[in-house]
């Protein structure tokens, strides 16, 4: 029998979030686990990495699955780069990063920790695919998402993925008969119309908080954020060379010489 | 007479950082400016906002030029949605974030606070450009770059920048005289091979600090590090499309529906 492939899990949403909780049982089924995740919630961290303080990664015991399991005081980014230098003996043949509670489509995708995880196994060359739930809440339900989850991360294990490239998966929240399928789709235009919400410490001094909602600007039909609005699972091939070589060619016709 | 752009300057090295003192200095020979940058480091912050916490930003006054200046509690990021939502009485013509103190060139791109704010900008649709120095020191000397920051920025007001696209400048840490120019360029394949120094607190408990060591894997000459090791300062179209586009046939052929 061929050996199980190694599978490293993390998130951003902390080690002991149910998204992640969901996304273990799921690759038990596939592999051998490992997770190494943060041991708080890091949403919105970017691809921050930790340079200006020490790290801390502890062997815990969250539930009774085959998994072992780290939790780490750094980024989700961090929690990669140690895991591959520190924590596993050899090179995983997958990371995957969630099941985030909340969407990581369109834009989003610019402040997500659960991809930055992703994209930090990609650049050491490890298939890696983020995946997502339309549920920002505590008690959401991943238990549709689950066969969807097992299937796309089977396929990457098969397939592989182009060096330079991992997976951003995203699910809609609603019941398994409602999913329609798979589709693979590209980034949707678009943007967050923030509001500061402002106001005063009691002693007079203004301060905000940031809110904000969503627009699609994207008319397309090809698109994650049509594919979620349809019922579909939506997954964006995502790239970590941001250059945008089309505009090389104009680039040069400037006069940046002069 | 034509009305002076305006003028929009952030960093991720802290208000306070020389480098964003020089570049200060050279956008009040081309514009009305406001300086909104976070009132300490915030290196390796990737594309971070402050979702959990809340923010100031209040006014200061750190040198004797003609800016407006506010010290912000968060991230670059943060600083460009809170400087346009909340300070700025328009949109302004043209956001600068830096010099930075040391390499965002390669993949540096994707950990850099200083891109992200160049980033969250050009969602905004507003031309922006991320400058770095290849010197982390903090007294790096800024003086040969002004030139040349000068030049490029007011190209940018010239030309626009396409929907989408934002530049990111290294400029080499050789004097005045050994810059031979500008190059266009892509951003090089590479990596870092991080080690992590492994430590016990006094109470025995295992700790970590990330250290790492870059590593050019490409060898082509159209790349920002050959520009900047062959002392050209490397301008890189970024762009916040993440959709390997080139790999969406392929990915479409997959089982991924059965």
Known sequence: MAKKPLILVTNDDG???????????????IGDVVVVAPDSPQSGMGHA????????????????????????????????????????????????????????????????????????????????IGFSLLDYSNNAN????????KTIAQQVIKHGLPE??????????????????IKISRQARSNWV??????QTPQGKNYYWLTGKFVNLDEGKDTDEWALENNYISVVPVQFDLTA????NELKTWNLND
């Open 164 to 181: 330079g490239i991992v997976l951003n998966v995203n699910i809609p929240n609603v019941n398994y008969k409602s999913i329609k399928g």
């Open 245 to 248: 070589h089309k505009f090389i």
């Open 49 to 128: 990495i930790t340079l200006y303080s020490t790290l801390f990664a502890d062997p815990v015991k969250i539930d009774n699955g085959p998994q072992k399991e780290y939790s780490c005081s750094g980024t989700p980014a961090d929690c990669v780069k140690i895991a591959i230098r520190e924590i596993l003996d050899r090179t995983p043949d997958l990371c995957v990063s969630g099941i985030n509670h909340g969407s990581n489509s369109a834009i989003n995708v610019i402040y997500s920790g659960t991809m930055s995880a992703a994209i930090e196994a990609g650049i050491e060359g490890i298939p890696a």
């Open 194 to 199: 923030e509001e500061f919400d402002k106001r």
């Open 15 to 29: 080690v002991n979030a149910p998204g992640i909780r969901a996304l273990i049982a799921v690759m038990n089924t």
């Open 142 to 149: 991943f238990e549709p998402a689950k066969p969807f989850v």
